[in-house]
């Protein structure tokens, strides 16, 4: 087995015991980078002077015997929506393609503390708005399974270099579905958690709960090994301030026979693909062999669209409404959208949303009562062509804007309840299928230690473990996927960023 595919935290253990260093892994990474990011398209700017420096200096910490922390030494690809000190933040922007931050966000500053060693930025739609990891910036990320096809979003970039082993950890963030909708399209694992858990201090609107910033890795273990490192409060989030939760490392999956188990194919709101439908079904047949209760819920989460169009759209008024105001040919047409849906929501509309909100949260509290853990898909389709900017139509529905077909995530992000993506083998298609795993509020470890279960029941059966993609396919360069540039990053000054960074 090569270097770059052992788990992250077998890498930790090998570094902690100087069977590796932390130069080596590096190295191995970046060569991994290099040889498939051009087919893909995973990576934006990166970092790799710095990266090999930080290398060294935890190599030499190994050898002199320091305290080391918990990720010492471990390669950190960060969603290139997440400012990083010294290296180009663009948010895949024309606006911002030279902006290069001054300091960390929070969640970076943590890792970094953490002894992660930040290596290179991930791509992400244009400001995040949508599943299709595309943008004028960086050009689209292919999917690794067919870079033809859509990596999803708005994590697209971190789930496709997972996929590719180009990193052992990368951070996400998720609004509508942006953690768990690539890991499900890629093939690995996406964790949005209760808000507060992972503190945010550059989110607009202080108090919202819909944006959270999370963890993704190739396994339930690697997850959680970052989740671990990951919490904590922040004095410029009031959402993290005196959250209490468990112990998410190490993570002991549970005994699945006591298990009550609720399913649901499209919280009775949701169009679903009938493919997705058929595969969905298959697993949950399969597993209600192994837990003490496994049925379907009735839902009744219509409210969920138009409470879910208002809360976002409050959301990006105040990230954009200055912008587009004065620049508005700088932002993408999904950003646009959003903003001027606020234009028409009044004061009702707002305590109407959040008041169906409520509603919905209270709905899903009130199911846990009775069951340890809510099943559903990620995604109603198969990955469908990063050419085709969202699903217009989804089983025939005609969806009503650029993210309705991403209802069966953003469902869950009004409940705010934690969710994970687990990757349970291929669809029809040949291509990941994710299963959403839905767990009580603020229990995120506890759906950490279900999901290690359902991931270890998961090898066992045929077909239902972690797809990997044919890397040997992946030594062709797709070009295409930069052919949607129109605007090349710069750094600050006007100067163009050095060639190694234009992967």
Not at 156 to 164: F, N, T
Not at 403 to 426: D, K
Not at 436 to 456: K, S, V
């Amino acid at each position: 087995m090569a270097l770059v595919e052992h788990s992250a935290v077998e890498l930790r253990r090998q570094i902690g015991e100087r069977e590796i260093s932390p130069v080596e892994l590096m190295q191995s990474c970046i060569d991994q980078i290099e040889k498939y990011n051009p087919a893909v398209n995973a990576i934006c700017a990166t970092d790799y002077e710095r990266a090999l420096a930080s290398a060294r200096e935890a190599e030499v910490q190994v050898m002199r015997g320091d305290a080391l922390p918990a990720l010492h030494g471990l390669p950190l690809g960060v969603k290139d929506l997440q400012a990083t000190a010294g290296l180009l933040t663009t948010s895949g922007n024309v606006r911002l393609r030279g902006h290069v931050p001054e300091r960390d966000v929070s969640y970076v500053a943590r890792m970094r503390a953490a002894g992660a060693i930040v290596t290179a930025k991930t791509n992400t739609p244009d400001m995040g708005a949508g599943a299709n990891s595309r943008n004028p910036v960086w050009g689209a990320t292919g999917n690794p399974f067919n870079p033809a096809l859509n990596a999803g979003g708005s994590s697209g970039g971190s789930a496709a270099a997972l996929a590719c082993d180009m990193l052992p950890l990368c951070t996400g963030s998720d609004t509508g579905g942006s953690l768990r909708i690539p890991s499900a399209l890629c093939g690995v694992v996406g964790l949005r958690p209760s808000p507060g858990l992972i503190a945010n201090d550059m989110r607009p609107l202080g108090w919202s709960a819909i944006s959270v910033l999370g963890p993704m890795g190739r396994d339930v273990a690697d997850t959680a090994f970052m989740m671990q490192a990951s919490v904590g409060p922040h004095p410029m989030d009031p959402l993290s301030l005196g959250v209490q939760h468990e112990a998410f490392w190490p993570v002991q999956p549970v005994d699945l026979r006591p298990l009550r188990v609720a399913y649901t194919e499209d919280f009775g709101a949701c169009a679903v693909d009938p493919m997705i439908r058929r595969a969905f079904r298959e697993r949950v047949q399969a597993l209600s062999r192994e837990v003490a209760v496994c049925e379907p819920l009735d839902w009744d989460l219509g409210d969920g669209h138009r409470c879910f169009d208002v809360i976002r759209a409050e959301s990006f008024y105040a990230a954009f409404e200055e912008v587009y105001r004065t620049q508005p040919d700088t932002l993408g047409p999904n950003v646009r959208a959003n903003v001027e849906m606020a234009a028409s929501i009044t004061l009702a509309d707002r305590a109407w949303a959040h008041l169906a909100q409520t509603r919905i949260n209270r709905q899903f509290q009130a199911a846990f009562e009775h069951y340890d853990l809510i099943l559903s898909p990620v995604t109603p389709l198969s990955p469908f062509p990063w050419t085709q900017l969202y699903a217009e139509v989804v089983d025939g529905q005609k969806q009503r804007n650029y993210y309705e077909w991403l209802s069966l995530t953003y469902m869950v992000t009004l409940a705010t309840n934690p969710a994970l993506s687990l990757p349970l083998g291929c669809d029809e298609a040949g291509m990941p299928f994710g299963l959403q795993m839905i767990g009580p509020l603020h229990r995120d470890a506890h759906l950490l230690r279900m999901a290690a279960a359902l991931e270890q029941w998961g090898k066992t059966q045929t077909g239902l473990h972690r797809p990997r993609p044919d890397m040997a396919a992946l030594q062709q360069p797709r070009p295409e996927l930069k052919s949607i540039v129109t605007h090349p990053p710069v750094l600050a000054g006007g100067a163009m960023v050095d060639s190694r960074n234009a992967v």
